[in-house]
């Protein structure tokens, strides 16, 4: 598993990725259960492979709705992994399951 999480080379080249959470944030969506619904789901993908290869998508309106507390925490908690590859700031309103877009 940590081979596939943390890739350093792939055809030759440099391997990239940056991981977004599960969005919505839901524990299962069709029936299937989601890889990191959940703040420390996240944090534990993390954590398992500390590879320069690794990145994350930090998607604000997806943390919010996970985190405890609101935008300005889930900021604070995420923004301290240097490896953000994307910032993605939406609005949403409430916490899960009853969090919506508020374009």
Same mark, same amino acid.
């Given at each position: 598993m940590a081979r596939l999480l943390c890739p350093q080379r792939f055809n030759?080249?440099?391997?990239?990725? *940056?991981?977004h959470p599960s969005d919505p944030p839901? @524990? !299962?969506?069709?029936?299937? @259960?989601? /890889?990191?619904?959940? &703040? %420390? /789901?996240y944090q534990r993908l993390l954590d398992l492979c500390t590879s320069t290869a690794n990145a994350q998508e930090y998607c604000l309106g997806t943390? &919010?709705?996970?985190? %405890? $507390?609101?935008?300005?925490? *889930? !900021?604070e908690q995420y923004s301290s992994h240097m490896?953000?590859?994307?910032?993605?700031?939406?609005?949403? *309103? $409430? %916490? /899960? @399951?009853?969090n919506h877009e508020t374009w």
């Open positions: 030759g080249e440099r391997a990239e990725q *940056a991981v839901m @524990p !299962t969506m069709c029936g299937q @259960p989601r /890889l990191v619904a959940q &703040s %420390k /789901l943390f &919010s709705a996970i985190t %405890k $507390g609101g935008d300005y925490e *889930a !900021t490896m953000n590859a994307y910032v993605y700031v939406g609005n949403f *309103a $409430g %916490k /899960l @399951p009853h």
